[in-house]
């Protein structure tokens, strides 16, 4: 298949979406596929991509639309079998939903004078647009959670509306044999507390400010005994007074931005993931965390809480602001015996079994080759 992708940004090194991006780009093309990237901002591009750069427009209101715009310039210039948009875009064969969907996340996080920006209003015009049937002829979500909101927010087809589970790098993120575990224990001088993990690159979104509160709000002699470690790229200084109030500064450790590697042993050497996101479609944290065998503590609007199974995996709370009822469920943990946390990480290890990026790439790959099929067909 010639296949084109049109994503935004691109770098291989970037976020999450970023990332998904590379992967799927170098999926199909080891497939034997011809792929060309249609992208605005880009770097660390393959030899073997064909690259379509998308002029900017340097004084728009709506970055996401004038994008939107200017890719559909480019491709009238260029045929290709089918088209896959890993960004907003009206006019794509597959269009991949891994943002927020934007009429559901503006209540969360935004005020309603931020309806009135040209930016936001920019998104849900889009959005709007794209959700139609003549405009997107397939629809692909990471979690069952999006195809729902999909559905029942702007009517698109259900069946059109395909969920191709995340995938994470098995010889990346695996679980620490008991010698392993022992050898990372003594090495980090960890002592008898409950370690508690949280890794994001915006703490804000991800819920960080609710986890200190909950921890605040810890009864002694668990206060005590809770560790929380933070890992990611985002600024610690709004937080540090909140944490100095609560009497856990030496309990509260910011360690930045750390390699995949780093990044599994402190996925090993945890006792408990906790991620109380106020909605996003699919956490790959989440992912890696269960495939190293870690219990996960985080919200239903997170489309990664299809891996927990409440109570089986970890714990599930509505929201991120619930702070009692994420209290509660840090202090369920702790309670736990060890046999019973075994049956957590034995539980949540083998839901991650299921999300594997070779499996994506063949689903995505074999959903591409219907279409065309149908398509012919049709006419």
């Known amino acids: 298949?010639?296949?084109?992708?049109?994503?935004?940004?691109?770098?291989?090194?970037?976020?999450?979406?970023?990332?998904?991006?590379?992967?799927?780009i170098d999926g199909l093309i080891q497939k034997g596929h011809q792929v060309t990237l249609y992208a605005e901002k880009f770097s660390n591009v393959p030899a073997e991509l064909e690259l379509v750069e998308i002029?900017?427009?340097?004084?728009?209101?709506?970055?996401?639309?004038?994008?939107?715009?200017?890719?559909?310039?480019?491709?009238?210039?260029?045929?290709?079998?089918?088209?896959?948009?890993?960004?907003?875009?009206?006019?794509?064969?597959?269009?991949?939903?891994a943002e927020q969907v934007h009429k559901i996340w503006m209540p969360i996080y935004y005020s309603n004078l931020e309806k009135l920006n040209p930016r936001h209003r920019g998104i849900l015009k889009l959005e709007e647009q794209l959700f139609k049937k003549e405009n997107t002829k397939r629809v692909v979500t990471n979690s069952t959670l999006v195809k729902s909101q999909i559905f029942n927010h702007f009517q698109y087809p259900k069946d059109q509306i395909i969920v191709i589970q995340n995938g994470?790098?098995?010889?990346?993120?695996?679980?620490?044999?008991?010698?392993?575990?022992?050898?990372?224990?003594?090495?980090?001088k960890l002592d008898k507390s409950v370690q508690l993990l949280f890794v994001a690159d915006n703490f804000a979104i991800k819920g960080l400010h609710s986890l200190i509160i909950a921890l605040?709000?810890?009864?002694?002699?668990?206060?005590?005994?809770?560790?929380?470690?933070?890992?990611?790229?985002d600024e610690s200084s709004p937080y540090l007074k909140k944490i100095g109030n609560s009497g856990l500064s030496d309990q509260i450790f910011f360690k930045g931005k750390v390699s995949k590697d780093e990044l599994r042993s402190y996925y090993c050497l945890s006792d408990l993931f906790v991620y109380p996101s106020l909605y996003e479609p699919f956490a790959n944290v989440c992912l890696e965390a269960a495939a190293c065998g870690l219990p996960i503590i985080t919200t239903r609007s997170n489309g990664a809480c299809e891996i927990v199974a409440e109570e089986k995996g970890g714990y599930l709370i509505d929201k991120a602001d619930d702070i009692d009822e994420l209290t509660n469920s840090i202090e369920k943990f702790a309670q736990l015996e060890d046999k019973d946390k075994e049956k957590m990480k034995k539980f949540v290890y083998q839901s991650s079994q299921a999300y594997r990026w070779g499996k994506h790439i063949d689903e995505l790959e074999a959903l591409m080759l219907n279409y065309l099929e149908e398509s012919k067909n049709a006419n």
Not at 58 to 72: D, I, P, V, Y
């Open 168 to 188: 994470v790098c098995s010889q990346t993120f695996y679980p620490a044999s008991f010698e392993e575990k022992q050898r990372l224990t003594k090495k980090s």
């Open 1 to 24: 298949m010639d296949i084109g992708i049109i994503r935004r940004r691109y770098d291989p090194n970037g976020g999450g979406a970023e990332r998904y991006a590379a992967r799927v």
């Open 216 to 233: 605040t709000n810890l009864k002694s002699p668990l206060k005590d005994r809770i560790k929380l470690t933070i890992i990611g790229g």
């Open 55 to 97: 002029p900017r427009t340097k004084l728009s209101l709506c970055k996401t639309q004038s994008f939107a715009e200017n890719a559909q310039k480019a491709l009238c210039n260029h045929a290709h079998d089918i088209t896959y948009a890993l960004s907003r875009y009206l006019g794509a064969d597959i269009y991949r939903q």
